[in-house]
């Protein structure tokens, strides 16, 4: 294995971006694989790689919203001896399978965001990350290891069970990055977990991706409107327009609405597509209006 990792060209560019910026003084290459006609990765790709990496990321659903087969791409991972690195969104994993039960031997390592976790968007921020591994990997996790012990009474109690001295005596090597920002919003996401509980969480995802199938039968209804892949999806999917996403947008903002992610700016052939998205929190009359107003700027552009 060589100092290469590979990530499928459906993670989220920002997140390749940001760790191409940490790994790129570390002799570690970050190289991003083909992607298939479905929006997916290309597996005729992957397995077309002939030197082992060290390790591949993949996102489940992918940043277009789509399913990866992870499966595949875990074993063919795991037959090389390669490490898996998954990226996912939490609440999704109340209904899809988790990365431990991805292919024969599941992936190494699960990250993600954990914003889903009732943290309130906030123009962007802040939010919190997750990280989790298997155990033989656990002593070159960032952070601090809380375990789950007992206390004298039998009681169930936490503890600090492992945290990087490096934080105090070595800094500027330091991999720790907890601060109290972070720790106030996993607060609040442990009360919102609480709260759910498995069922809650379960509906919350079922919800989603029926408002968003909800969302998407009724853009596609609008003339000139198309999905670009027809893949599965869960709670994103991108829709094709007429026209490029770009010369619509200010009509949609300035109906107040927040109409998703102009995939131009990250792909120059998908200047036209909008990735969408709905959550458990939209209604039917929400939907209904984000169709109206997208079909009178689009008619309004072809006047």
């Not at 789509?66 to 795991?78: K, L, R």
């Not at 919102?192 to 919350?204: D, N, T, V, Y």
């Not at 989603?208 to 999917?237: K, M, P, W």
């Not at 991108?238 to 300035?254: G, K, N, R, S």
Request: glycine letters at 10%; one cysteine or more.
């Amino acid at each position: 294995k060589t100092g290469r990792v590979l990530a499928a060209p459906t993670v989220n560019p920002l997140y390749l971006e940001a760790a191409g910026n940490i790994v790129r003084n570390q002799g570690i290459a970050l190289d991003t694989l083909p992607m298939s006609d479905a929006g997916t990765l290309d597996l005729d790709a992957l397995r077309a790689v002939e030197e082992t990496p060290a390790a591949i990321v993949v996102q489940q659903p992918n940043f277009f919203g789509g399913f990866e087969d992870v499966d595949a791409i875990t074993d063919w991972a795991a037959e090389r001896g390669a490490l898996v690195i998954a990226v996912v969104n939490p609440l999704t994993l109340s209904v899809l399978a988790p990365p431990g039960d991805w292919g024969t031997n599941g992936a190494d390592i699960a990250c993600g965001d954990g914003q889903p976790f009732g943290i309130p968007m906030a123009s962007g921020g802040p939010s919190f990350g997750f990280i989790c591994c298997r155990k033989a990997l656990v002593r070159q996790m960032p952070g601090r290891i809380i375990g789950r012990t007992e206390d004298t009474e039998g009681e169930v109690g936490y503890a600090l069970t492992l945290q990087a001295r490096e934080q105090h005596i070595r800094r500027n090597k330091a991999t720790s990055n907890i601060c109290t920002n972070q720790g106030l919003l996993v607060t609040a996401a442990t009360i919102h977990l609480s709260l759910l509980g498995a069922e809650g969480l379960k509906q919350a995802a079922l919800a989603s991706a029926a408002n968003t199938r909800a969302l998407v039968a009724a853009l596609t209804a609008i003339d000139g409107v198309e999905r670009r892949f027809a893949g599965g999806y869960f709670h994103e999917c991108v829709i094709e327009l007429p026209v490029p996403v770009a010369q619509v947008m200010p009509a949609l903002l300035d109906a107040g609405l927040l109409p998703g992610v102009d995939l131009g700016a990250y792909h120059d052939d998908m200047a036209h597509c909008l990735l969408v998205c709905a959550t458990e929190k939209r209604t039917a009359a929400e939907i209904e209006a984000f169709a109206a107003a997208l079909g009178a700027a689009l008619t309004e552009e072809a006047a």
